[in-house]
Every structure is written in C-alpha cells, then in structure tokens.
C-alpha cells in the first residue's frame, strides 16, 4: 500500500503563487506517471498536470503557461508550482500515481484563490 500525502495549499490573492508537493510514503519502482488533479464544488475532477518516468509533461489548457510540474530527486514526490493564480483555480488539488496495477490518489489540499 503506498500513501500519498500533499501540502502547500491555502489561501492566495489573484496573481499570486503556491507550491504544491506531493510524497509517496516509499519509494516504488516501476512508476508510470505521477500528476495533479483538481477538483472545483460542483464540479468534476480534471486533469491539471502529468509527468512521466521519463519527465515528459502534459497539462490542461487551462494550466499551460502558469503551472509547472516537475518531480523530486528522489522520484517519489511531484511538485506543481503555481503562477499567476485565478479565482477560478480554486479547487481541492489531489495528487495521483499511476503504476502498471494500478493508481493510488492522495487525500488532497486545499488552494482558494480570492480576488
């Protein structure tokens, strides 16, 4: 069983910056993707950003330009660095690994951006 924890969420003005860490509580071979997901009250989950094993990155339109993924050294933590922050970014974010049998989802942060 492997748990995932993130921080670095809380409360931001409009056109301010948050740094999202994800950790997996060991380090697991065989990873295929880790990423960030967010989801809005009312809403559903979507995809905000993906890294792969070999650091290939994808985000969602709406990230592309303001947020950054990237992984740790140690492989088993992912980071989102958030710019330029909008009302409409406010969401639970939650962190996903994704391996061969399977994907494990951490229990999420919190980011509230007010105008």
């Known amino acids: 069983q492997v748990q995932l924890v993130e921080s670095g969420g809380g409360l931001v003005q409009a056109g301010g910056s948050l740094r999202l860490s994800c950790v997996a509580s060991?380090?697991?071979?065989?990873?295929?993707?880790m990423g960030w997901y967010r989801q809005a009250p009312g809403k559903e989950r979507e995809l905000v950003a993906t890294?792969?094993?070999?650091?290939?990155?994808n985000y969602a339109d709406s990230a592309k330009g303001r947020f950054t993924i990237s992984r740790g050294n140690a492989k088993n933590t992912v980071y989102l660095q958030m710019n330029s922050l909008k009302p409409e970014d406010t969401a639970v974010y939650y962190c996903?690994?994704?391996?061969?049998?399977?994907?494990?989802w951490g229990q999420g942060t919190q980011v509230t951006v007010s105008s």
């Open positions: 060991r380090v697991i071979s065989g990873i295929n993707a």
């Open positions: 996903r690994l994704l391996i061969p049998t399977g994907a494990y």
């Open positions: 890294i792969t094993s070999a650091d290939s990155t």
